[in-house]
């Protein structure tokens, strides 16, 4: 069950939530969970995705995993983590950085434990691209409230 406090809902008016995801390098786990968030969204959040020690382009296995999902990551590069944009963000989700990641009161943290897919083919990333989709589609459901419907399931305006 889902406390309100957890939750940044917005409503007419109001920003968009905003999420962060990191990792060391911002080539795989980070990519692939800003991705999706950004794709099951439907653009109703703010995405960042940052590493602490970016490489020098996203994991090619992340993008084929992605690309079987019809998500193209291919032009995406690995940011640097700035205080900045940890200070911007509602939601940050840590996902191996451990101590690097700077931490401001009131915002809302979330330590993803996923596999590290660096070096692996993208039969071992599946898995990981797997889970990162379970948890962003729960995390959309707690950021952003669902649309009423009518009695024909569709959204009323």
Excluded at 27 to 44: D, E
């Amino acid at each position: 069950m889902m406390s309100t406090e957890t939750a940044a809902v917005p409503t007419t008016g109001q920003k968009k939530p905003s999420v962060l995801f990191v990792c060391v390098h911002n080539a795989g786990r980070s990519q692939m969970a800003a991705a999706y968030l950004q794709h099951l969204s439907g653009g109703r959040i703010e995405v960042l995705s940052a590493g602490s020690q970016p490489a020098d382009q996203v994991n090619p296995a992340a993008v084929e995993a992605m690309k079987e999902e019809g998500i193209d990551i291919t032009a995406e590069t690995p940011k640097i983590l700035t205080t900045e944009a940890v200070k911007t963000s509602d939601v940050v989700v840590t996902m191996g950085c451990g101590d690097e990641c700077p931490y401001f009161p009131g915002k809302r943290y979330e330590d993803w434990v996923l596999e590290d897919p660096a070096g692996k083919g993208v039969e071992s990333v599946r898995p990981i691209r797997d889970e990162i989709k379970g948890r962003i589609q729960q995390l959309v459901a707690e950021l952003l409230p669902a649309a009423p419907s009518g009695s024909d399931g569709t959204a009323r305006v």
